[in-house]
């Protein structure tokens, strides 16, 4: 498909599991973005990659996660030792070119994660 | 510290009459400003953007105003429709950066 895709779309995993969340951006995009978003709440910035670089980890919560794009394309958004504050939907975004463009983002449909 | 504020959580309008969503953001580096649509089980989908040296942006029956000095934009939406009914966030950035500011969403229903 043209859009951003995310893998799992649900995962239920019980706490102290470690988990891998999956982001296929649009093919050429140069940024990708991952958002924490909690029931009610707005998308909260996790972190920033322009292609394999990743540029920004403020907004990651821990240092239980972890986010890598080795090859500028598919990113993997990894949570160890899961507590049960971890359940949200973790939406990966993606856009043609790098800061300074301003432009939309195009979201993936979200993992929701369920720590048990 | 939200940067974003969307205050009305929810919003019922009648299918045919105007929509109003507002957002008021308190960062003045702030210069653009999009506004965005998700429907249940999906990802927010981009609607319409407004950069910061205009004070209104239109794309069909959806408008953005800008009041930069009051900090404040909204989304009308002419005519509603039923299917118009989901959950609306804004969102800001300041231009050079990539972090996007979002608010925490209005969900609009649109009565038949």
């Known amino acids: 498909g043209a859009g951003v895709s995310q893998s799992p779309r649900y995962k239920v995993a019980k706490r102290g599991q470690d988990v891998a969340l999956r982001c296929d951006p649009i093919s050429g995009h140069v940024s990708l973005f991952w958002y924490q978003q909690a029931l009610g709440q707005g998308p909260e910035f996790l972190t920033y990659?322009?292609?394999?670089?990743?540029?920004?980890k403020s907004g990651l919560p821990s240092d239980r996660f972890f986010a890598e794009r080795p090859e500028g394309s598919v990113s993997t958004l990894k949570i160890q030792r899961t507590q049960q504050e971890d359940s949200a939907v973790y939406l990966c975004?993606?856009?043609?070119?790098?800061?300074?463009?301003?432009?939309?983002?195009?979201f993936g449909d979200g993992t929701r994660l369920s720590i048990l | 510290d939200q940067q974003v504020k969307q205050n009305s959580p929810s919003l019922s309008v009648q299918e045919g009459r105007i929509s109003i969503l507002n957002c008021d953001y308190t960062n003045s580096m702030f210069d653009y400003f999009l506004w965005y649509k998700k429907y249940p089980a999906e990802g927010p989908t981009f609607l319409i953007s407004i950069s910061s040296i205009k004070d209104k942006n239109e794309d069909g029956r959806f408008t953005v105003f800008l009041n930069k000095s009051a900090k404040h934009l909204s989304l009308h939406i002419v005519p509603s429709q039923p299917g118009d009914s989901a959950v609306y966030f804004c969102?800001?950035?300041?231009?050079?950066?990539?972090?996007?500011?979002f608010g925490t969403g209005t969900r609009l229903k649109v009565l038949a």
């Open positions: 975004a993606s856009s043609p070119q790098g800061p300074g463009s301003n432009q939309p983002q195009h």
């Open positions: 990659f322009q292609n394999e670089a990743q540029l920004d």
């Open positions: 969102a800001a950035l300041s231009s050079g950066t990539y972090k996007y500011i």
